[in-house]
């Protein structure tokens, strides 16, 4: 958690009751394969995701958590429709997203906009914000010239820019006022969908809150369906309406937010809501390889509460409760063994230290 953490924004107002899924994701895999190395006869591949199955309804935020490299960006990529899965299917508001014809592409993109973590890499540094802005529109063929300067100006305002910035230059701007340009941007197709990977961690504490802010305000108003991405859990507690923790290409835990955050079972899960609140440290050890993840349950290597059952059976999706699903063959004791184990390790620092003053004391007398 390197992040700053961001002022006490406002809380968004729940939406309206969502009534469609807007986002379908079905065992969706995808495996990089990479070039052939040396004389290794097999190519190798890198499993990003494996086996994931999410729904978002319309007007529902998702937050999804978890460390680099477990494969959030890559979701945001196939639900996006800008990398083919290796297998599985996703669907965004009916659309199949492998779809590939021109007019498909279109009418996808109209429906779901990215927003990523850096707005100087999203936008033309030759461009001015307006020319950048104006080229989405005629890209699309919306609108005529007047139109489109009246369909910008709008949407800059949306996210509190004047049309100032119409004649800048990107480089001519802070982070956070380019993060609104970007956001500005996303929203002139008029989404359904947005997807925010990682949208503030660039920014400053300062700054990001008010993004924040400004994306729960937008949210509401458009009534949109967002995926919020980030390794920080109190940027997916502050947007996310239902949450889910990835760990080397799985989702190993989904609950609605407050069922997440007061009662979460998996024990990855755990430890990064007990390193967010200061009572633990990180997750001990390095990820293992997305070329060869473990057998059994891929968080075996690095968790406190493995034994071989977990170590060879790969753990399915348990339904403990309606609408939380945990992918942990442990899940009935993970809380409270853990609790155990903080408050054995706790106890064991506290002798260390009582046997410390002893010493000190010890010495004193001597
Ligand atoms: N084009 C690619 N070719 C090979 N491997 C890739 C490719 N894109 C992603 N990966 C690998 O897929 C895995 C998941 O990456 P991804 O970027 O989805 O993770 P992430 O959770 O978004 O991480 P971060 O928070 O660092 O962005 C990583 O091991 C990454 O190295």
């Known amino acids: ?62 937050g999804l958590v978890g460390e680099s490299g477990s494969g959030k960006s ?8 800008l990398i083919p899965l290796t297998s599985g299917r996703v669907s965004v508001d009916g659309m199949d997203a492998a779809v590939r014809d021109g007019a ?21 540094p030759r461009m001015t914000i307006g020319e950048s802005m104006h080229a989405v529109l005629a890209q699309h063929r919306i609108g005529t010239r007047e139109e ?27 982070g956070g006022q380019l993060q609104r340009v970007v956001i500005a941007r996303a929203l002139l197709l008029g989404p359904k969908l947005l997807i925010c990977d990682e949208p503030t961690s660039a920014l400053d504490a300062s700054v990001q809150a008010r993004i924040l802010n400004l994306l729960g305000r937008l949210r509401r108003e458009h009534r949109l369906t967002m995926v919020m991405i980030s390794h920080d859990l109190r940027v997916v507690r502050f947007l996310g ?48 390889s997305p070329i060869h993840p473990p057998a059994g349950c891929r968080f075996h290597p690095r968790c406190p ?22 992918r942990c063959h442990r899940w009935s004791e993970s809380r409270a063994a853990l609790a155990g184990e903080a408050g054995a390790e706790a106890g064991d620092e506290a002798a260390e230290r ?13």
């Open 74 to 81: 890559t979701l945001a990529r196939v639900v996006l429709g």
């Open 148 to 174: 489109r300067a009246g369909t910008v100006s709008a949407a800059l305002a949306e996210v509190g820019l004047d049309d100032g910035y119409l004649g800048r230059h990107p480089g001519a701007c802070s």
């Open 241 to 288: 309406d239902r949450i889910a923790v990835m760990y080397l290409g799985e989702i190993v835990e989904l609950a609605d937010r407050d069922d997440l955050f007061d009662g979460a079972r998996h024990p990855y899960t755990l430890a990064l809501l007990a390193a967010a609140s200061g009572a633990g440290t990180e997750v001990t050890g390095e990820p293992p």
């Open 104 to 124: 498909g592409r279109r009418r996808l993109s109209r429906t779901a906009q990215l927003v990523f973590q850096d707005p100087h890499a999203a936008l033309d």
């Open 1 to 62: 958690m390197s992040a700053a953490a961001p002022a006490t924004p406002d809380a968004p107002d729940a939406p309206d009751a969502p009534d469609a899924d807007m986002v379908v994701v079905e065992a969706a895999t995808k495996h990089f394969r990479l070039p052939r190395r040396g004389l290794r006869r097999r190519r190798e591949h890198v499993h990003s995701l494996d086996g994931v199955t999410i729904r978002v309804p319309a007007g529902q935020v998702l």
């Open 305 to 326: 509460l493995a034994t071989d059952h977990c170590r060879t059976e790969p753990p399915p999706a348990h339904e403990v409760e309606r609408g939380h699903q945990v």
């Open 354 to 366: 009582a046997a410390e003053r002893a010493g000190k004391e010890n010495g004193r007398g001597a």
